[in-house]
């Protein structure tokens, strides 16, 4: 036989097979369960309110904070510059483009963390990556950058250094602490504005794909 | 904390070096045991012969059209099966962007060069490989181009950048599936090979 008949012979039932098939649509790297139990037990999705915080007051172009609660929620009160994508709704084509990308870092939070949590287990089963949950939710970001406690006097340097940079934060983000801000640097008569010290570092978003 | 932003372990197919399979070193090492393999095989299928390769346009050989169609369909059914397989993640294997305008003016000058110099650019280094000399010369050539386009690039950049499409597929845009694009890319090249050699008996040359 010849050559042509031979690969004639070869590639036509294949190419029939391949014609035949649907494409594989499946999403390529879905985790299993024990890489997300893994994953959960090293908690090394939570992302600290002091990080937000610096993050938002910067205007840090790669945060992408996302708000999972419901709509009526989002609208009394949310984190500046946050999206809505309640939980209800996570799965919804609209928003694959912002859940799924590898640019920004995407934070979810909620009250707590638990309807956050249910959002970044939804969202890592689908393979996305670059997600995050805000550590302790709306709750304990009041009580931290908001409503900061003063550290006991005994206290060691970085625990002042953290409750200056949460106060100072926390009257640039509108919480109660401007008050007090304000007060120190009435009597201070330093420049209007709070500047934000003591910001902990932090790492940038990196890589992709 | 922020560290762990995409945990390349999860991900256990391809393309190697996207998902962090293999390394950027490893992924140069391997390309250059392949490009040894490649320049191996086109130089004992002939094709450090500029007459050989100039065959195809005077039908006498069309040793050219079929090596590089076996060479298309062998890679394409590879990929689309590996994808059915689920071994290789094709969203993520780089598609070259068509530059209309500068595919269509690129392709003549290779047209012309091809066929006044006997070679392609992949070929003429196989040729220079084995020493033959229009294959050094076509080489020559080849640098003095690249220089006359890098040094007057300001000249037609306006050209070289227009008309962008993106990265369309041919299956996309005709609205079939790959599959079926595939099939029909199989027979087509068939009907080619056939009709190859065909004028092979029709204009047989005795020496070239």
Same mark, same amino acid.
């Given at each position: 036989?010849?050559?042509?008949?031979?690969?004639?012979?070869?590639? /036509?039932?294949?190419?029939?097979? %391949?014609?035949?098939?649907?494409? &594989?649509t499946?999403?390529?790297?879905?985790?299993?369960?024990?890489?997300?139990?893994?994953?959960?037990?090293?908690?090394?999705?939570?992302?600290?309110?002091?990080?937000?915080?610096?993050?938002?007051?910067?205007?840090d172009p790669? +945060?992408?904070?996302?708000?999972?609660?419901?709509?009526?929620e989002?609208?009394?009160?949310?984190?500046s510059g946050?999206?809505n994508?309640?939980?209800?709704?996570?799965?919804?084509?609209?928003?694959?483009?912002i859940?799924?990308?590898?640019?920004?870092?995407?934070?979810?939070?909620?009250n707590?963390?638990?309807?956050? &949590?249910?959002?970044?287990?939804?969202t890592?089963?689908?393979g996305?990556s670059?997600?995050?949950?805000?550590?302790?939710?709306?709750?304990?970001?009041?009580?931290?950058?908001?409503?900061?406690?003063?550290?006991?006097?005994?206290?060691?340097d970085?625990e002042?250094?953290?409750?200056?940079?949460?106060?100072?934060?926390?009257?640039?983000?509108?919480?109660?602490?401007?008050?007090?801000?304000? !007060?120190?640097?009435?009597?201070?008569?330093s420049?209007?504005k709070?500047? /934000?010290?003591g910001?902990?570092?932090?790492k940038?978003?990196?890589?992709?794909? | 904390? /922020?560290?762990?932003?995409h945990?390349?372990?999860?991900?256990?197919?391809?393309?190697?070096?996207?998902?962090g399979?293999?390394?950027e070193? +490893? &992924?140069?090492?391997?390309a250059f045991? /392949?490009?040894?393999?490649?320049?191996?095989?086109?130089?004992?299928?002939?094709?450090?012969?500029?007459r050989?390769?100039?065959? %195809?346009?005077y039908?006498?050989?069309?040793?050219?059209?079929?090596?590089?169609?076996?060479?298309?369909?062998?890679?394409?059914?590879?990929?689309?099966?590996?994808? +059915?397989?689920?071994?290789?993640d +094709?969203?993520?294997?780089?598609i &070259?962007?068509?530059?209309l305008?500068?595919?269509?003016?690129?392709?003549i000058?290779?047209? !012309?060069?091809?066929?006044?110099?006997?070679?392609?650019?992949?070929?003429?280094?196989?040729?220079?490989?084995?020493?033959?000399?229009d294959?050094?010369i076509?080489?020559?050539?080849?640098?003095?181009?690249?220089l %006359?386009?890098?040094?007057?690039?300001k000249?037609?950049e306006?050209?070289?950048?227009?008309?962008?499409?993106?990265?369309?597929?041919?299956?996309?845009?005709?609205?079939?599936?790959?599959?079926?694009?595939?099939?029909l890319?199989?027979? !087509?090249?068939?009907?080619?090979?056939?009709?190859?050699?065909?004028?092979?008996?029709?204009f047989?040359?005795?020496?070239y």
């Amino acid at each position: 036989m010849k050559p042509l008949k031979w690969l004639a012979l070869f590639i /036509i039932p294949l190419g029939l097979v %391949i014609a035949a098939v649907p494409p &594989n649509t499946a999403k390529p790297y879905k985790l299993t369960a024990d890489q997300l139990l893994a994953e959960a037990n090293t908690r090394t999705q939570y992302v600290t309110p002091d990080v937000v915080a610096d993050m938002i007051v910067n205007k840090d172009p790669s +945060l992408q904070l996302i708000d999972v609660r419901s709509q009526d929620e989002f609208e009394k009160y949310s984190l500046s510059g946050a999206i809505n994508i309640p939980l209800t709704d996570l799965l919804s084509e609209k928003y694959t483009d912002i859940l799924n990308q590898d640019v920004k870092m995407n934070v979810f939070y909620s009250n707590g963390t638990v309807t956050a &949590n249910e959002a970044w287990m939804l969202t890592r089963q689908l393979g996305y990556s670059n997600i995050y949950v805000l550590e302790g939710g709306l709750n304990f970001w009041f009580d931290s950058i908001l409503n900061p406690q003063e550290p006991a006097s005994t206290s060691p340097d970085e625990e002042f250094a953290k409750y200056d940079f949460r106060k100072s934060a926390g009257a640039v983000l509108g919480g109660g602490g401007a008050i007090q801000a304000q !007060a120190d640097q009435l009597s201070a008569a330093s420049s209007p504005k709070p500047a /934000i010290t003591g910001a902990p570092k932090k790492k940038k978003v990196a890589g992709g794909c | 904390m /922020i560290a762990r932003l995409h945990d390349k372990k999860t991900i256990t197919m391809g393309p190697l070096v996207t998902n962090g399979i293999i390394s950027e070193n +490893l &992924n140069l090492f391997l390309a250059f045991i /392949i490009g040894i393999g490649f320049g191996f095989v086109l130089e004992q299928s002939g094709f450090s012969s500029s007459r050989k390769l100039a065959g %195809i346009f005077y039908g006498y050989d069309t040793v050219v059209l079929k090596v590089f169609f076996t060479g298309a369909i062998t890679c394409m059914l590879g990929l689309l099966f590996f994808s +059915l397989f689920g071994w290789i993640d +094709l969203s993520l294997v780089y598609i &070259n962007p068509t530059y209309l305008t500068s595919a269509i003016v690129g392709g003549i000058i290779m047209g !012309a060069g091809f066929i006044i110099g006997g070679y392609c650019p992949g070929t003429s280094f196989c040729g220079a490989a084995i020493g033959k000399l229009d294959g050094l010369i076509f080489v020559g050539g080849l640098f003095i181009g690249v220089l %006359i386009f890098g040094l007057g690039y300001k000249l037609w950049e306006g050209l070289y950048m227009a008309k962008n499409l993106g990265s369309p597929k041919i299956s996309s845009v005709l609205g079939l599936s790959d599959g079926i694009f595939a099939l029909l890319l199989i027979l !087509a090249a068939l009907a080619m090979f056939w009709a190859a050699e065909w004028a092979e008996k029709k204009f047989p040359r005795e020496e070239y």
